[in-house]
């Protein structure tokens, strides 16, 4: 559900006409919904009732301050993976306690930077980081409560790139080595190793995978607290889908998840954090782009946008299909033929949908990428000298730039000449 819809037949964002910012801002730009973003946040949080569960938003998703800010607003954490992510979480607001510093390699610099900021959780990637941060923290005199990141040999059955839980992936310590390095653990200062950690990846969109890593991570808790170890914290990562293509199976509803989380490891009695980025803000936002043109070869028509892959790569990078809407709501007549929607980019890559049937625009119209709110604007480029477009932010019948396109100067600013070339 969300708050991209057809208003007297031209797409809103909640209150507001998608062509009133085009006229304004410019295109492509990016538009997000607190509406969205705040009841997705609500939903997935209600979902578990009066358990004791804290909700991290994965700013990996989307880390524009604003963005960030609303979700701290009502109750959410973050969950960062570099130091650039946890300093915005604390300027948009999040409590310290509130956020869990992931990631794979964490450099000196920014473990002393959790450590300073007094981050409520960190999880652990290897051997030798857990001992970077026992020794970072024992140096400050602090004690961080961490997680070991479990790698639970689960197959998420989503995309390959995507797919973090297998145990060739990069992500975290062998499930069956985990117990030994809790031992450890148990014996470094500095630390509390109270916490099992999991994520098996992005875009899951059945049950099962879940499940089966939750009863991997059950049966590392029981055996660490039979063995005097107190785990009394899970973190269950993120990774839940959110639909993109209408003719695909929905994903399953967080009311299901929640109760799949409650049934699996309910009876162990730990507080519980979940690390949602997509569900929380994917169907939260779109991309406006324009058509420059149209043009028919031999065998396919392409409608060429001024937005390209640098702005939206997940097609590119993933394979992966989005939505696209005319803003000017159109009936689709019957004798239209498919089109490859295509950026302007100089690659055969930056191609948004192939065989696309959408109904007759033309040139200087207004298209809109659906569900665009996660990994869209975090992800994008200045490939090909274009500058990074803008991010909108609407609530109700009001919208604000919450990232400005920056001039042609403002692109420049960080490059110069050696002196040889001045
Ligand atoms: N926690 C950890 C440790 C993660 O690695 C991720 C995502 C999340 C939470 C949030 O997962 P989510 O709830 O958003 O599925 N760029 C890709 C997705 C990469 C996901 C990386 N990790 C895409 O556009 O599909």
Redo the contacts with the bound molecule.
Sequence with gaps: MHHFTYTNGVLHAEDVPLPQIAKEVGTPFYCYSHATMTRHYAVFRDAFGSMDVTVCF?M??NSNLAVVRTLAGIGAGA?V?SGGELQIALKAGVPAAKVVF??VGKTDAEIRLALATGVGQM?VESEDELRRISAAAAQLNKKVRVAL?VNPDVAAGT?D??S?GRKDDK?GIDWTLAPALYRKARELPGIIPSAIAV?I????TNLAPFEAAFLRVRDLALMLRGEGIPIDHLDL?????VPYDHSAEPPPSPADYAAMVKRTLGELGCKLTF?????IVGNAGVMVSRVIGLKDGTTRRFMILDAAMNDLI?PA??G?RHEILPVYERAMAANVAPVDVVGPVCETADRFAQDYQLPEVETGDLVAFMTAG??GAV?SSTYNARPLIPEVLVKGNSFAVVRKRPTFDQMMALEQLPPWLS
């Design positions: 994965a990996k998703a969950d993976v992931s990631g999880n990141r995309h790139k995507i973090t992500f994520h990846g992005s875009q899951i990562g993120g990774g839940l889908g690390e949602p980025g997509r569900l997940r990078m993933y992966a996660a990994y992800m």
